[in-house]
């Protein structure tokens, strides 16, 4: 019995004129935990019984059993009532030497998906705490949908496509090394491309080699695609340390670079509707 079924039940007995399940539903979580763990506002007894909302509690809180509990009182129109903290801590901790990694087990999701959008770091630039943060929370969020009997589905969505990588890519044959590279890809890499937007601001023409450095990427130029193809997995080698310390895996790991030769037919159909 859940504890809302068991303070339901005992305010039953004392208060004949309502349903235990009625009872259940009108129970409320008090904003101060001062009031109590649940209370029971007695408003809907108050035409019933011809009484005043606040002499109901008082004589609700006085006949309940409070055996179970460790406290009842009545407060306003409202009985608050406090749980024995030590009984249910031994009740759920005997559940979960029982029932192990089952405790808690549901099937409300009935195979259902979920799907959790999460992580998405950006290829060849620092794992950041934003990222971190959706990481381990939707990882939680997942094994706890799991648990509900829904199929989770973790998703990180990379940053792995964009000028940034014909910039990139310049950088890399002008200043860099593969070795540096190997070394310590996401501060090597990172160094490179903070370099030169340094020396775009004296230098545009580097943006325009960096314009054409990913547009041979677009175009599929086979030096282009290798060098591209490097970045990200000496990018994910290193984020993939981190995960591994986590205890997070992705079913999916299709970043912004899956969509590239779908763009041709997305904007066919669009044109072909009018959208455009």
Same mark, same amino acid.
Do not use: Y
């Given at each position: 019995m859940n504890t809302k079924e068991l303070i339901a039940a005992e305010i039953a007995k004392v208060v004949p004129e309502l349903e235990q399940e009625?009872?259940?539903?009108?129970?409320?979580?008090?904003k101060n935990a001062d009031m109590g763990d649940l209370? %029971?506002?007695? %408003?809907?007894?108050?035409?019933?019984?011809?009484?005043?909302?606040?002499?109901?509690?008082?004589?609700?809180?006085?006949?309940?059993?409070?055996s179970n509990f460790e406290k009842v009182e009545a407060v306003g129109p409202y009985i608050n009532i406090f749980l024995d903290k030590s009984k249910i801590s031994a009740d759920v901790l005997g559940q979960v030497i029982a029932q192990g990694s089952h405790y808690a087990d549901q099937n409300i999701g009935n195979g259902r998906n979920i799907a959790f959008d999460m992580s998405s770091?950006?290829?060849?630039?620092? %794992?950041?705490?934003?990222?971190?943060?959706?990481?381990?929370?939707?990882d939680a969020l997942a094994n706890i949908v799991a648990k509900q009997g829904y199929k989770p589905v973790r998703i990180n969505h990379l940053g792995d496509w964009g000028k940034q990588f014909g910039l990139l890519m310049v950088a890399y044959k002008k200043w860099?090394?593969?070795?540096?590279?190997?070394?310590?890809?996401?501060?090597?890499?990172?160094?490179?491309y903070v370099r030169i937007n340094a020396e775009i601001e004296t230098d545009p023409?580097?943006?325009?080699?960096?314009?054409?450095w990913f547009k041979k990427l677009e175009d599929g130029d086979p030096e282009?695609?290798?060098?591209?193809?490097w970045f990200r997995d000496e990018s994910l080698k290193e984020f993939n340390r981190t995960y591994k310390l986590l205890g997070v895996e992705f079913d999916s790991l299709a970043g912004e670079a899956f969509y590239n030769d779908k763009m041709d037919e997305g904007i066919k159909l669009l044109a072909e509707k009018g959208l455009l």
């Open positions: 009625n009872i259940q539903n009108l129970l409320e979580i008090p209370a %029971f506002p007695d %408003f809907s007894l108050a035409k019933v019984l011809r009484k005043a909302p606040q002499m109901i509690a008082a004589d609700i809180a006085e006949k309940i059993d409070a770091p950006n290829i060849a630039k620092p %794992f950041s705490i934003g990222h971190l943060r959706s990481t381990v929370i939707a860099g090394s593969k070795e540096a590279v190997e070394a310590s890809p996401i501060d090597e890499l990172l160094k490179l023409e580097l943006d325009d080699e960096g314009r054409l282009a695609t290798e060098l591209w193809q």
